[in-house]
């Protein structure tokens, strides 16, 4: 049974940083794209980074690229997402999820419970 562990959220002020883990258990996590989405309040949830496996791709949506990293640590099953330079519009409930190597949510089979972050002006 695929488990997914996010952690790092909370409240931090606009321009500031934040880095989000997410903690994979269950299978074979080298095998496996990780990806974070999120939802903000009143809106759909939404991709904002995919890395591949061996960590040899990245992809970003275009709001938050250039502002956020992707990376994974396969010796310690875990993924990351730095955020920097974090804006309000950044505020959500940010979820890690293992798949595909996609931007679809359909492409990935497992979720975490989700880590709420949020940026005050």
């Known amino acids: 049974q695929v488990q997914l562990a996010e952690s790092g959220g909370g409240l931090v002020q606009a321009g500031g940083s934040l880095r989000l883990s997410c903690e994979a258990s269950g299978r074979t996590f080298r095998n496996y794209a990780m990806g974070w989405f999120r939802q903000g309040p009143g809106k759909e949830r939404e991709f904002v980074a995919v890395?591949?496996?061996?960590?040899?791709?990245?992809y970003y949506s275009a709001s938050v690229k250039g502002r956020f990293t992707i990376s994974r640590d396969n010796a310690k099953s875990t993924a990351y997402l730095q955020m920097n330079s974090l804006k309000a519009d950044d505020t959500a409930v940010y979820f890690c999820a293992q798949g595909r190597y996609s931007a679809r949510s359909a492409d990935f089979d497992s979720w975490g419970q989700g880590t709420q972050v949020t940026v005050s002006w």
């Open positions: 890395i591949s496996g061996p960590s040899v791709s990245t």
